[in-house]
């Protein structure tokens, strides 16, 4: 089914290679890591619609849209289970695993409006999409890609869609909830795995939805019929010959439609505007761009994350040197610029995400082990913190030197901002609460840090009260 | 009519790794009737368009990202390694 990053822990009977977690319910096969590459065995059980995806033009049609994750077939010798094994492929690797409760509405639009697409053009190969989980859904080079290459199974004639109830789960759901009832709803998705349950997604929208013929159907009468049929059981020979492909198509085409006409209002949230109300001025902003450049440039990272990067305009200082650069903002509005920002110039190595660094994704699912936390993601080569630790320290109470020991963790070099008590910003927080924060000075933000860190360099960003600092783990 | 359908489905087990829910199963037959209807209507739709505009559906194959496009913008070598 779904898979997510490598997994560090070594388990029982894996010495030399690492069952990757999440890929444990699909009999069809599953993922593993073997010396540091990925690949995924293809159970025998999958032999004939592993021969039809490949035989049919679906894969080459999939692949050369960039839709469906590419991969190479290697050698079966290294099936962690060769008594059921078929074939073992390598997956073209994705640079970083995120997740729906990460992405900005747009972002699960894109990938619902993909999950539809595929099924509906698997179908025209006489295949159907047996899985229309979100996890299986990446973002790589700023476009929503499938990653998962065991999804698809010979079309049978007459049986309605298996997938149908998961995608309303995975994707209309959360969708709908965000645009008609609160954009933070899409944070169920951290508490509902298995996606929002729709009795729970229809008494949460406001009872105009009713009135919209796909959700009504999709959503308020397919949570009744949920609870009406809840204990009735239906065998797969009596459904056959009652949906046939047109219907399926109609199917496909209703829920596309639907989930197109679902949009959020642009959302003018606490940071979108950051850049135009705050107290840089345009000759600050510029100088502090090309510093951060040369100090991006300094460590030539293979991977950056941006924490707290609002709408990506200094991490796109890193993924216009074509470095793949992750930008975690907590503002959905922000996130949502950025990604609407990613399309429109087609940019193949920004991922803007959705994250609380005050409570960054923890390890979920079965186990605490389907779902990598952030750090579980990590560590990158180069951190960037730009004016973030004011919010950690003063909005959220985090000493200086746990604010250290997490960043340390994170990555191996760090391209701070500090920001004094005497910055406006910091000015703001402070308004309407007592100064604590006895510590929280360049001096105390040196002392702190050093413990962790050496300091390359620090340098005053031009026009402001501010310092820049280079730092690397100790 | 589909009261027939359905309790003449509702028999049985199903043999899905994934549990597709009877009640999900029931509102696909209920609504797909309407809409695999709409379908059959807009290709016919479609048909009669095209014939008049020469344009057979370009939009939504422009909607739809498995479609194939040679996009010279596109020429980024794949990190697959």
Redesign the interface.
């Known amino acids: 089914m779904n898979y997510s990053a490598y997994s560090t822990g070594g388990q029982e009977g894996w010495s030399l290679l690492e069952k990757v977690n999440g890929s444990f319910r699909d009999p069809s096969g599953f993922m593993f890591a073997l010396n540091g590459q990925l690949y995924r065995q293809v159970n025998e059980k999958y032999r004939q619609d592993y021969d039809l995806l490949m035989n049919s033009g679906l894969f080459d049609q999939l692949t050369k849209s960039k839709t469906l994750v590419s991969h190479k077939e290697a050698d079966l010798a290294l099936a962690p289970r060769a008594e059921i094994a078929y074939k073992i492929i390598q997956p073209a690797v994705v640079d970083f695993i995120s997740y729906p409760y990460e992405w900005c509405f747009n972002q699960l639009k894109d990938a619902a409006i993909l999950t539809l697409s595929i099924a509906r053009r698997a179908l025209e190969f006489d295949m159907s999409l047996k899985d229309a989980s979100a996890y299986n859904i990446q973002f790589q080079h700023g476009r929503p890609i499938f990653i998962d290459t065991l999804s698809f199974e010979k079309y049978q004639e007459g049986l309605p869609w298996v997938a149908y109830k998961q995608f309303c789960q995975h994707f209309l759901a959360p969708l709908a909830l965000m645009a008609h009832t609160d954009i933070r709803l899409g944070q169920l998705l951290k508490v509902y795995i298995d996606g929002i349950p729709l009795d729970l997604a229809s008494q949460l929208l406001p009872a105009a939805t009713r009135l919209n013929f796909g959700l009504a159907t999709h959503i308020h009468l397919h949570a009744k019929s949920q609870q009406r049929y809840a204990d009735k059981e239906i065998s797969q020979d009596d459904m056959k010959g009652h949906i046939s492909k047109s219907w399926l198509n109609g199917l496909f085409d209703n829920l596309l439609s639907t989930v197109r006409a679902l949009k959020v209002k642009t959302i003018a949230t606490e940071w979108t505007d950051y850049y135009q109300s705050n107290n840089y001025t345009q000759a600050s902003f510029e100088a502090k761009r090309s510093l951060v450049k040369s100090l991006i440039e300094k460590v030539n990272p293979k991977r950056v994350w941006d924490l707290g990067g609002n709408t990506g305009e200094f991490s796109r200082a890193a993924s216009e040197m074509g470095i793949p650069t992750v930008c975690f903002d907590i503002d959905p509005g922000a996130v949502q610029q950025n990604y609407d920002l990613v399309k429109k110039y087609k940019e193949k190595f920004m991922l803007p995400l959705l994250m609380d660094l005050t409570n960054p994704s923890p390890a979920l699912g079965w186990h605490n082990a389907e779902r990598d936390s952030m750090q579980a993601r990590g560590p990158v080569d180069l951190v960037m913190a730009l004016a973030l630790i004011h919010h950690l320290a003063i909005s959220n109470n985090v000493p200086l030197f746990d604010v250290a020991d997490y960043l340390a963790e994170l990555g191996e070099y760090l391209i701070l901002e500090f920001v004094p008590k005497s910055d406006s910003q910091v000015k703001k927080l402070l308004a309407s609460r007592k100064d604590i924060f006895p510590d929280y000075s360049l001096k105390g933000f040196r002392n702190a840090f050093t413990f962790r860190f050496e300091i390359i360099s620090e340098e005053k960003v031009p026009g402001s009260e501010r310092t820049l600092f280079l730092l690397k783990k100790k | 009519m589909n009261n027939i359908?359905?309790h003449?489905?509702?028999?049985?087990?199903?043999?899905?790794?994934?549990?597709?829910?009877?009640?999900?199963?029931?509102?696909?037959?209920?609504?797909?009737?309407?809409?695999?209807?709409?379908?059959?209507v807009?290709v016919f739709w479609g048909k009669i368009k095209g014939f008049f505009t020469r344009n057979k559906g370009e939009s939504d194959l422009v909607l739809?990202?498995?479609?194939?496009?040679e996009d010279p913008?596109?020429n980024?070598s794949?990190?697959?390694?």
């Open positions: 359908i359905i003449a489905i509702i028999r049985g087990t199903a043999q899905n790794y994934l549990d597709p829910g009877s009640g999900s199963i029931i509102i696909q037959l209920i609504i797909g009737t309407v809409l695999g209807l709409g379908v059959v807009r739809d990202p498995t479609t194939v496009v913008s596109d980024y794949e990190r697959s390694e």
